[in-house]
């Protein structure tokens, strides 16, 4: 007898509210030198040749579980306004770990720390770091991008 109601109301919350699968931290950057690694040593050519890439922060870093993931990350917010590329999403791959790095990251406590070549694709370079949205795991499903299939899980 309730069911259509029900089904309006579930449906209105879909509509009315975003649920985001994804992640929410700051960003820093950081530049050469990038070798070495502690995922990989000296081998360059585990870096994407985008040079979209990043060092994971501890709250990423996953005990070395992070080398080689894919994040999809977009700035936010940043304590400058204007910071932003409005609409930039980037895929960076995950190098090294931000504490153990060669250069140090331009702001400590970060999720994680970007590539001169990211940060500037999603943020004004002169910013040391920013507000970022971040999901690992983001395959589609049925073409649909943005539905995190393994977020969380590996």
């Not at 870093?61 to 204007?82: F, H």
Request: proline content about 6%.
């Amino acid at each position: 007898m309730y069911k259509p109601q029900l089904f309006l109301i579930v449906l209105l919350c879909a509509l009315l509210f975003h649920f985001s699968l994804a992640d929410v931290g700051v960003a820093a950057q950081y530049k050469p030198p990038y070798l070495p690694t502690a995922c990989w040593g000296n081998d360059a050519s585990e870096f994407p040749s985008s040079n979209l890439f990043a060092a994971a922060g501890e709250g990423a870093w996953d005990n070395g579980a992070a080398c080689g993931r894919q994040y999809k990350v977009r700035c936010i917010s940043a304590s400058t306004p204007g910071t932003c590329k409005a609409d930039e999403t980037i895929q960076v791959k995950i190098v090294d770990r931000a504490q153990t790095s060669v250069s140090r990251p331009s702001r400590d406590g970060a999720i994680l720390v970007l590539s001169t070549t990211a940060f500037e694709a999603i943020a004004n370079p002169s910013a040391p770091s920013v507000n970022i949205e971040y999901i690992h795991g983001f395959e589609g499903c049925n073409g649909v991008e943005g539905i995190a299939l393994s977020h969380g899980v590996d």
